[in-house]
């Protein structure tokens, strides 16, 4: 539940006169799947060309070098050619460039001349000095081919107390979910897990947090793993911390947000070492299915139009079967094909016309764009798990909660799923609970959308993290 854009930068070259009327700082706001704000700061050379660099703000403070762009009258055309990304705008009065970003697609984007790039407000992010120990750690996984960093926080001991040995705490691993995340699941400056390991460390658990494999300190690659991969990397670091000695061992947790609420159940049925498990927005239903609802919920969120929305999720089921029976990318593109000229043959012309699926050339490039985004072992994987079978499996206390405006994990039906599996299961205690007014990242939200993620203040809701501290301090030590 990840959204990824590659940045670069440009040079302008044009008149002295010209380029002062471009000179400054300008922001706009990309509309995708996530709302990304795009940040271009304009200035003259000596010889009266103007260069100009751009960044990301919402993912990075890096402004990246330039590549080549011009302007003429009162329009601007950049292009970055490693990156294949171009943008064309028109000044509208002195404060407004309307114009166009692309990057396989076009996307609308106001630029609006700012003083500044604005600073995202993220209050719960925790600073020190911290009233507990943190340090960065390091640790191999079984045959060393990882070497894996993260930080472990935990309490420290009272200087007015004589202890007989070190005392130990209960002790928790944070899982993170899909997308290469590092270990304080980073996104649009949000740091969920860093915000969750400050309120249960001042509650009294040790807790470990760890980059994503490939990402941060941690070596490895992250494009060629699979859940199963992270699932491994999961238990390395639980024999990482089974060897610290403020571990208490008989009282060791797993929270797992997203896709990492379905590698802790998988962990923990293969281990006995699994004293609890948290899942925070886990599947409870087979992920093919999952996704079909994730689609049509955040198209609805974004006010798409219905019949689209269906004709998106038929398309996706077509595709996500075809790539589930088979591995060879031909038959896949073959069988595709097949399946979706007989769909097209149902669908109204203006719809296909819409959708942009209306003739054989413009089905069978949609067909190559799916096969590229979709053919990959992380993705076969993920689409291929159904959650429910380690749920049922499971030997230790389970809480799962779900926000209640969640469109990327719909809380209904798989809390529904989780809780009918957990029936079936070992579990000594268990809780499912649906949290509402909270979103996919457990933020409490207003629109709800994907793109609102960014907009929001809010890390992660303190209500969510009074029901999780509250629960481990009973059922997780």
């Known amino acids: ?63 990246l070098p330039t590549d080549t762009c011009y302007i003429k009258a009162d329009s601007i055309f950049t292009f970055a050619k490693k990156f294949r990304i171009a943008f064309r705008g ?14 396989g697609v076009d996307l609308g984007l106001v630029l609006k001349k700012v003083e500044k790039v604005s600073e995202l407000k993220r209050p719960q992010t925790p600073k020190p000095p911290y009233p507990y120990i943190s340090k960065t750690v390091y640790f191999n996984n079984a045959d060393k081919s990882i070497r894996h960093a993260g930080t472990i926080t935990y309490p420290k001991m009272d ?50 947090r ?19 991969d ?12 089974k060897q610290q000695p403020q571990t208490d061992t ?65 398309l996706f089921t077509i595709f996500a079967r075809e790539l589930l029976k088979n ?16 769909w097209a043959k149902t669908k109204d012309e203006k719809l296909l016309a819409t959708i942009g ?42 809480l799962a909660l779900n926000g209640g405006n969640d469109i990327q994990v719909l809380p209904t039906s798989n809390l529904a799923g989780i809780r009918f599996s957990l029936k079936k299961s070992k579990s000594p205690y268990y809780e499912v609970k649906e949290l509402p007014g909270l979103n996919h990242l457990f933020q409490t939200c207003k629109t709800c959308t994907v793109g609102e993620y960014a907009e929001l203040e809010e890390s992660f809701s303190p209500v969510a993290l009074e029901i999780i501290g509250n629960w481990l301090m009973q059922y997780g030590r």
Not at 232 to 239: Q, S, T
Not at 364 to 387: K, S, T
């Open 327 to 342: 591995t060879d990318s031909n038959k896949i593109k073959i069988n595709a094909f097949k399946t979706i000229e007989k």
């Open 159 to 208: 200087s007015g107390k004589n202890y007989l040995r070190e005392p130990v705490y209960p002790s928790i691993i944070l899982i993170s979910g899909s997308g290469p995340q590092d270990r304080d699941e980073t996104i649009f400056a949000h740091k969920p897990f860093a915000v969750l390991a400050d309120f249960l460390t001042r509650k009294g658990f040790a807790v470990l």
């Open 1 to 63: 539940m990840k959204f990824f854009m590659l940045l670069c930068s440009f040079c302008i070259f044009a008149s002295f006169s010209k380029a002062q009327t471009f000179n400054g700082t300008w922001e706009g706001r990309l509309q995708i799947a996530s709302s990304l704000r795009i940040a271009f700061i304009f200035s003259s050379n000596s010889d009266g060309s103007l260069k100009a660099s751009w960044q990301s703000p919402d993912q990075t403070k890096a402004i």
């Open 250 to 314: 008989a009282h060791i947790s797993l929270i797992g947000h997203s896709e990492g609420g379905m590698i802790a159940p998988l962990v923990a049925t293969r281990r006995n070492d699994i004293h609890s498990i948290v899942l925070l927005a886990g599947p409870g239903i087979p992920i093919i299915n999952l996704m079909e609802e994730q689609i049509q919920a955040v198209a609805f969120s974004a006010k798409s139009d219905s019949a689209e929305t269906l004709a998106g999720k038929e």
């Open 230 to 241: 992270f699932a491994n990397d999961v238990e390395a670091a639980i024999e990482y911390l």
């Open 90 to 103: 028109k000044l509208a009065g002195d404060s407004i460039i309307n114009g166009v970003f692309t990057q």
């Open 357 to 398: 699926m209306s003739t054989k050339e413009q089905r069978e490039a949609a067909i190559a764009v799916q096969l590229r985004a979709m053919n990959n072992e992380w993705y076969r994987y993920f689409l291929g798990f159904d959650p429910q079978q380690y749920l049922k499996k499971l030997k230790c206390n389970v």
């Open 210 to 228: 760890v980059d994503d494999r490939g990402i941060g300190e941690t070596t490895g690659k992250f494009a060629t793993a699979t859940s199963a």
